[in-house]
């Protein structure tokens, strides 16, 4: 049966999570990335129109396009490489306490040290399928940081089973994709003889 | 040129960039179904079927299959005897902008330091243009490559000592692909380049990784190089997306110079699954033909 998180997401909807469940998310969702995260962690500096206790953020920089009503929707929103947020998501989750941060491949140390100590996951949507992503994107309530452009801003959404979201940090702090790291570095000494 | 010619122009290249965006070229399409029909796992099967319900989706909804467009790069060969030399690098970054507007795609280009987004993918010295000159011709030649933020994080340059010769190439690349490729969309493309420094073995490497899929080194030591490493990142797996299955890539290419004997020089550039590069003629009388993409867009 498939497995659906609805925001507000509490500790428990997650807990038993395990890193490689697959899940869908419901709710809202806001895309945050590099200079997001610069402004809540540097900066102190919170959007007005999304609540990130309890939620939900994802690591994308989405194609939006207009309707013919002038309303804004997506075109594409695949993720982006969440690594790159690594030196500042354990200050997010702590500062913030977001319980879902879905991203591109994996996050390392201190974020899983933060999943464990504040009861959160990171989850990885399929990177480069972002019509597929965009398809599961009900309507764009709100945008705010626009200042930073289209990839860059805090795009607000309403998604209805966003996924699927592969569980790769879970609230124990097991690291999915360092484990795997783990089983390629070994088959990498096989070839390198 | 006069006025119409130009718009004519430029709604060619604008139009050759949309399709890049939207849909696979047929050498990246075929190797991801291959890749996909022969993977044994089942949650890399689910992934596969994800990446294909993606490529699919983009073709009935006419948008790009991947929201990172990228930044736009232009390898062209131009024909000395082409006419419109004069027009070339307006027409090339007017179709940037206007199929940045139509198609749509994402806006990446931000400037130097300030990182403030110009909104249209053109900028200071963007789009990237590269050119080669080609005698005694009067065509253009005309590959685009979307340089998406994700799978560019891999690429890397350095010279090495001589003495670590293939095995401190190899050691490299694998190295490189196991701490980075499992982030950047696997099954990738790889491009590897053989010179002397760091920039020219870069730029070797990014050379490689525009040539088609299944082709190989005219040189057969390097074709036979290209075989080895293919078969080696295969066994780590990290295919597809990272999450692991029964494969790593879709091609490895290698492109080399004749090199200094006191250096070895090694770049590598990645593509991701979502490889996204585009290959067309343009005459001189602007007729076109397209060569990437002959099969892709009917599927």
């Known amino acids: 049966m498939k497995k659906v998180l609805t925001t507000p997401i509490t ?40 609540e990130f206790r309890d939620g939900a953020i994802f690591h994308a920089g989405p194609i939006v396009g207009k309707d013919e009503n002038g ?42 040290e933060a999943c464990k100590k504040f009861g959160a996951i990171h989850c990885a949507f399929p990177g480069g399928c972002a019509v597929v992503a965009a398809q599961r994107v009900e309507e764009i309530t709100n945008v705010e940081w626009l200042d930073f452009g289209m990839p860059e801003a805090l795009w607000i959404m309403r998604v209805n089973e966003f996924g699927p979201l592969v569980v790769s940090i879970d609230t124990k702090g097991n690291n999915l994709f360092e484990n795997n790291k783990k089983v390629y570095k070994e088959r990498l000494s096989e070839v390198l003889d | 040129m006069d006025k119409a010619m130009k718009e004519k122009f430029v709604g060619i290249v604008s139009d050759f960039i949309a399709m890049t965006g939207i849909y696979l070229a047929d050498d990246v399409e075929a190797a991801i179904l291959r890749l996909a029909e022969s993977e044994t796992g089942e949650s890399a099967k689910t992934m596969y079927g994800c990446i294909l319900d993606d490529l699919k989706l983009a073709k009935e909804l006419h948008r790009p299959l991947c929201q990172d467009t990228g930044v ?14 004069n027009e070339l ?11 940045t507007m139509e198609t749509p795609l994402r806006p990446n280009v931000v400037e130097p330091l300030g990182e403030h987004n110009t909104g249209n993918n053109v900028g200071y010295d963007a789009p990237y243009i590269e050119v080669e000159l080609v005698p ?50 696997p099954p990738l493309c790889i491009g590897i380049g053989l010179g002397t420094c760091a920039p020219t073995s870069g730029m070797l490497s990014k050379k490689a990784l525009l040539r088609p899929i299944g082709t190989r080194n005219e040189n057969p030591a390097v074709a036979a190089l290209e075989d080895e490493i293919e078969k080696d990142l295969n066994h780590l797996g990290i295919a597809p997306l990272g999450f692991g299955g029964d494969n790593s890539v879709l091609s490895v290419n290698i492109e080399c110079a004749g090199h200094h ?18 290959e067309m003629i343009i005459h001189k009388d602007l007729s076109t033909e397209i060569i990437s993409h002959k099969n892709s867009i009917r599927g």
């Open chain 2, 136 to 185: 005694n011709s009067s065509d253009l030649r005309l590959r685009m490559y979307m340089a998406g933020g994700g799978c560019s994080l891999p690429g890397r340059s350095k010279v090495l000592m001589p003495l670590e010769g293939v095995e401190g190439v190899k050691k490299f690349v694998y190295e490189t692909i196991v701490e980075w490729g499992i982030n950047a969309c």
């Open chain 1, 11 to 50: 500790y428990d909807q997650i807990k038993d999570l395990k890193i490689g469940d697959t899940v869908y998310l419901t709710g809202m969702l806001a895309t945050c990335r590099d200079s997001g995260h610069r402004r809540v962690v540097k900066d102190g500096i919170y959007p007005e129109h999304f």
């Open chain 2, 261 to 278: 004997p006191a250096t070895l020089g090694v770049g590598i550039t990645t593509g991701c699954w979502a490889t996204r590069r585009g």
């Open chain 2, 72 to 85: 736009l790069q232009f390898f062209l060969d131009v024909g000395t005897e082409f006419p419109y030399m």
């Open chain 1, 71 to 112: 309303k804004q929707y997506m075109v594409s929103i695949g993720p982006t490489t969440s690594r790159r947020m690594e030196a500042a998501e354990a200050d997010f989750i702590e500062q913030t306490g977001v319980r879902v941060v879905i991203g591109k491949g994996g996050m390392l140390d201190k974020t899983a």
């Open chain 2, 89 to 99: 690098k307006d027409v090339l970054y007017e179709a940037s902008a206007k199929s």
